[in-house]
């Protein structure tokens, strides 16, 4: 059972436009919510995360949405570079749990 | 700082012989451990956890086992490797939940 899921597996944007990464989660229970980056050959990173107390979290050009009621989540990047072309993972956890989930990725791709 | 040690980077191994891969943490204590695999064109699939020294935690079936023998070390085994084993290794550490910090991973070819 997928409880995290991104449904695009890739995504082309122009150069300086706005990039929108999509992710839906089935499990009531997850309260904390993540966005990582991962070039080839390499582990990810963190992007950046958001808690379901919230529903906007920004840190530079990346924001990311939280959507409760419809289990769903969006991570932003305006505007897009070259430098973000990379493989995005939704990731989610829950309190009681000591281990992330994570979505099957989305491969985006930043056209000059 | 905290760094993650993950070795070797690529590994080529035949069907059948063993495995073994492993990952070190420096600059923290009793640290969460996890192996995730990423195998071609999939995402992030948890392997095995540890909260503690010996403390092992399976999520899937397989061919692979996993050991805790020190507090900062986490090794990823297998006995005989199957072709369906070729994949992206990631070694990642934690102090709870948040904010994981993965390796560099190792890729494996089973041939």
């Known amino acids: 059972d997928q409880q995290v899921k991104q449904n695009s597996p890739s995504l082309s944007v122009q150069e300086g436009r706005i990039s929108i990464l999509n992710c839906d989660y089935t499990?009531?229970?997850?309260?904390?919510f993540l966005w990582y980056k991962k070039y080839p050959a390499e582990g990810p990173t963190f992007l950046i995360s958001i808690s379901s107390i919230k529903d906007k979290n920004e840190d530079g050009r990346f924001t990311v949405f939280l959507n409760k009621s419809a289990k769903h989540l969006s991570l932003h990047i305006v505007p897009s570079q070259p430098g973000d072309s990379a493989v995005y993972f939704c990731a989610a956890s829950d309190q009681g749990a000591q281990k992330l989930v994570f979505g099957q990725g989305t491969r985006l791709t930043i056209n000059p | 700082s905290q760094t993650i040690h993950q070795w070797p980077a690529t590994l080529v191994q035949p069907v059948g012989s063993p495995l073994s891969l492993e990952c070190t943490v420096e600059?923290?204590?009793?640290?969460?451990l996890y192996w995730y695999r990423q195998a071609a064109g999939r995402g992030l699939q948890l392997l095995f956890y540890s909260v503690g020294i010996g403390q092992i935690s399976s999520e899937v079936p397989q061919n692979l086992s996993a050991s805790r023998p020190q507090d900062r070390q986490f090794i990823l085994s297998s006995k005989k490797l199957l072709l369906s084993d070729s994949g992206f290794y990631l070694c990642?550490?934690?102090?709870?939940?948040?904010?994981?910090?993965f390796g560099s991973g190792t890729r494996l070819t089973v041939v």
């Open positions: 499990n009531s229970m997850f309260d904390y």
């Open positions: 600059g923290t204590s009793n640290p969460n």
């Open positions: 990642a550490w934690s102090k709870g939940t948040y904010g994981y910090t």
